[in-house]
């Protein structure tokens, strides 16, 4: 089946520290694997993607690279922002579903000035 | 920009009452979805829809009902509400074209059943 496991929260870091949120998955068939961002008091938005193996997604400074041989999609970004704080979604979308997507639990991330 | 626009942001209940929460889109989607968001389970598929009158089951539908009479809309209904239901509820909508086009959200209904 189909599942997603993402590190838990919550992480807390300073500004201008690297971030990493570790994001691996289990799916039949050739997934997409997505990274969604949720602030506070507003619903999920999309972050980045990647449809295939060794893609790399980027945005807003944050990069995840699609890993086959490990099955992961881990987030990073070099240097975060107070106004990165937020709860980040690590999310997949197999080849033979209807459009549904399954998500990992979330990863509260608060950073500090 | 696609808009979800649920239509209450906060909503206090009683239990055994019949509550109904609306989505609407404005990006003619065909695929249509109500997750829960619970603290340290993150999203729970309830329900989903594909086309007009279209629904399947996610993974936690007990409870639950929805409809889907016109495209733009998708509402989540829950027949006789229970204290276990208090939860954030999210509706998202997703174009059937491209197999990877991604999910838009709605802001969330905070959904408290005393």
């Known amino acids: ?113 | 920009d696609v808009k979800v626009t649920q239509s209450s942001r906060y909503l206090v209940k009683r239990t055994g009452e019949k509550v109904f929460l609306e989505c609407v889109q404005d990006m003619d989607h065909e695929n249509m979805f109500w997750y829960r968001q619970d603290p340290g389970l993150g999203l729970r598929l309830i329900y989903f829809s594909y086309d007009v009158k279209m629904k399947e089951k996610g993974d936690i539908p007990e409870g639950y009902s929805v409809s889907r009479e016109k495209k733009e809309r998708f509402s989540l209904i829950l027949e006789s509400a229970s204290t276990n239901q208090t939860s954030m509820y999210l509706c998202a909508s997703r174009g059937g074209g491209a197999s990877n086009s991604p999910l838009h959200f709605g802001n969330g209904t905070r959904l408290t059943v005393t």
């Open chain 1, 1 to 113: 089946g189909n599942s997603v496991t993402q590190m838990e929260g919550p992480v807390t870091l300073s500004e201008e520290a690297f971030l990493t949120i570790n994001c691996t998955y289990t799916a039949t068939g050739y997934p997409s694997l997505f990274w969604y961002v949720q602030y506070p008091g507003e619903g999920l938005q999309l972050l980045l993607k990647a449809t295939k193996a060794d893609d790399k997604g980027s945005n807003k400074g944050f990069e995840a690279t699609y890993r086959k041989e490990t099955t992961s999609f881990h987030l990073e970004k070099g240097s975060v922002q107070v106004s990165d704080s937020a709860v980040y979604f690590c999310a997949l979308k197999g080849g033979s579903t209807l459009g549904r997507l399954y998500f990992g639990r979330g990863t509260q991330l608060t950073v500090w000035p």
